[in-house]
């Protein structure tokens, strides 16, 4: 038998497939990407969150003022010049941002008020009542409109908040009874004669309330109850 054997009888070899590329280093790679980025996002709204602490944000149409407890940055004291709309740096254990509004404010001092203990509402306050030599009353409804004109004032003198309407409603309703109280029980029914006294009653009370840093535009008497 010959050695020789027929080179087509032997099937084919075929050349072994070439391996695919592991994925496992790039879906690695992605992997520590994603935790990388929400590392940085976690890391930086922390950040914002620490520095809003330290933030006063002051709009176009209110005053504010600085008052610094400890002289650091800032002179010790309530600070003259009031602060440019904008963000503002500050250290809350020892500085402090007064803000007031700088529009025209209305005080409203009406008949059927009732206390509320609520800071959204400081602008509304019982009528006025004026008591007549025959003891009787008049109850008088009021609109006083005022505004801001030196935030520096009212903090030094009145203090921070909302304390700056009790002071403007107590001197308003103050100088209001004293002119009311010298009208007859009939010259409330006279119009004009409520405007005249209205007025007189506003250049007293500015008398007052312009050296504090306020000032009262107008006041208009809306409603009176005879008895």
């Known amino acids: 038998m010959s050695d020789n054997h027929n080179i087509d009888s032997f099937p084919l070899l075929k050349p072994p497939k070439a391996a695919k590329p592991s994925t496992v280093g790039k879906s690695s790679v992605r992997q520590w990407l994603r935790l990388i980025v929400y590392t940085i996002c976690l890391v930086g709204c922390a950040a914002l969150l620490f520095l809003s602490q330290f933030l006063a944000k002051v709009d176009s149409d209110q005053w504010a003022i600085r008052d610094t407890r400890i002289e650091w940055l800032h002179p010790r004291g309530i600070q003259k010049e009031p602060l440019k709309a904008g963000l503002h740096f500050y250290y809350p254990r020892f500085e402090s941002i007064h803000s007031f509004p700088k529009q025209i404010q209305v005080l409203e001092l009406f008949h059927k008020y009732r206390a509320v203990q609520d800071e959204d509402t400081p602008l509304r306050r019982p009528s006025i009542r004026v008591m007549k030599s025959n003891q009787s009353f008049v109850d008088v409804d009021v609109q006083v409109f ?69 000032h009262v535009e107008q006041i208009l008497i809306t409603h009176v109850y005879m008895p």
């Not at 004032?153 to 921070?160: A, D, Q």
């Not at 309407?165 to 029914?189: G, N, P, W």
């Open 146 to 214: 005022f505004h801001i004109q030196d935030p520096s004032e009212i903090v030094s003198r009145i203090g921070p908040g909302h304390r700056y309407v009790h002071r403007v409603y107590i001197i308003v309703k103050s100088q209001l009874q004293r002119s009311l109280t010298e009208m007859a029980m009939m010259d409330f029914k006279n119009p004009a004669l409520l405007v005249l006294k209205a007025e007189e009653a506003r250049d007293s009370s500015n008398e007052s309330l312009d050296s504090e840093g306020m």
